[in-house]
């Protein structure tokens, strides 16, 4: 199933942030996923304001130097994982 | 040793020992920690402060039944004070909407709710209760309530066949995750064995049904399993490797590497009353026991799967092998495979008649 860039992914219940000796974690059910540059850009969007196009686009300001179209595909696949792991909700 | 030591990742706190359910298959002890011997909330409050700064990022509240603790409340806010995710596991047997609503509000993370079958009757036959409409409600309370749900099935012999009533109860609640975790055959469920057991054939017809409902479910459901090691070529890494990921606070404030510690004669736990969690787990006697190579015996020895499986469960070797420094019985590679060989031949036709010879978990005093 594709990521629809017009949808606002939001954390699902029981998800959220978190921290561990300095370092941003993403708790969820029996899971924690450690955050770092991109993946913690991307989480901190995740608040069911933004879309997916404006995540993408935001993430291609601040890496600017990174091909535009990787960066889009790297984000979806991220957002894709997520979702699988059911650490998302998107909205219409 | 505590340069590459790990620090623990999860912390399951049993509690209480104290349980309405009887359930045949208990992961608790055969020996129940009394109630007053329970650690105070003041206990667990230093627990969870002392666990987030080793590192612990998880809280898994379990028992018995942890909604037995009139504290259960003050325990949440205590662990979430701490920083710990909390995990809640349990028969939702003690509740009612108000009490769930408050352990909401205390910040309870993750709520967990564990079926013994997917009918009345079987759930009875397991738990020696009735609980089933209760955990059908409790389904229906959680809809509306901001809170991560998974569904625990327990799979045996009795239930295996009944996947698409499971599944078919998960699809009409609100839940993120389903997990179908095999009995393991230790404590009370060593002692029910032959009776919980599922046959090959019913096996490998949920391993086709468990498949397709992966798939059909995807960015719904997460749905989890694993192969019953019993009818596996290889053991599991048993809690991720001993010493390594999880550190279990009994009743009574025993620090133990796994649930089914205690049935290895000779080991010691210390008490979290007496020493720090970090003195325990960087060195406490229990932990070090299994932990890393040096106690391997061969074939694990010299095996390339031992960083994977560790070896698989120490428990399981003791009760199987008669030496808990034995290769997991379960392995294909280990000499006394032909014991779980014997035992699954006696395993022929799925049971489809209540077993009048269950042994039923007491409760403790
Ligand atoms: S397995 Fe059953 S008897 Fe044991 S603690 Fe859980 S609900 Fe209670
Ligand atoms: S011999 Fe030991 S290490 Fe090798 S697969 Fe079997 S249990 Fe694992």
Redesign the pocket.
Known sequence: MAIDPNSKPQLAPGVRLGENNNQRVLLMPERALRLIGPSLEIVQRCDGKHTVAQIVADLQKIYSKAEPHKVETDILGYLQLLRDERALDFTA | MTNSLHSPLALVCELT?R?????V????PRELAARATELSIESWASVFKQAAELGVLQADF????PLARTDIVELIRAARAAGLYVNL???G?PLDEAKLDSLLAAGLDHFQL?F?SATESIAEE??GTK?HAQKLRVLEWLKPRRVAVTLNF?LHRRNLHQIGEMLAIAESSSATRVEFANVQYCG?GFANREHLLPTRAQLDQFLIDVKAAEERFRGKIRVEYVVPDYYAKYPKPCMGGWGRKVMLISPNGDALPCHAAAVIPGLHFENVREKSMREIWESGEAFQKFRGEAWMQEPCKSCDRRAQDFGGCRCQALLIAGDASATDPVCSLSPNRAKVDAVLAGIQEPQTTPSAEFLY?TNPS
């Open positions: 020992h349980c309405p359910l009887h359930c298959y208990c992961s608790n379990t028992g018995g039944e596991i349990t028969s047997l564990s013994q397991i738990s609980t327990v009370w978990r």
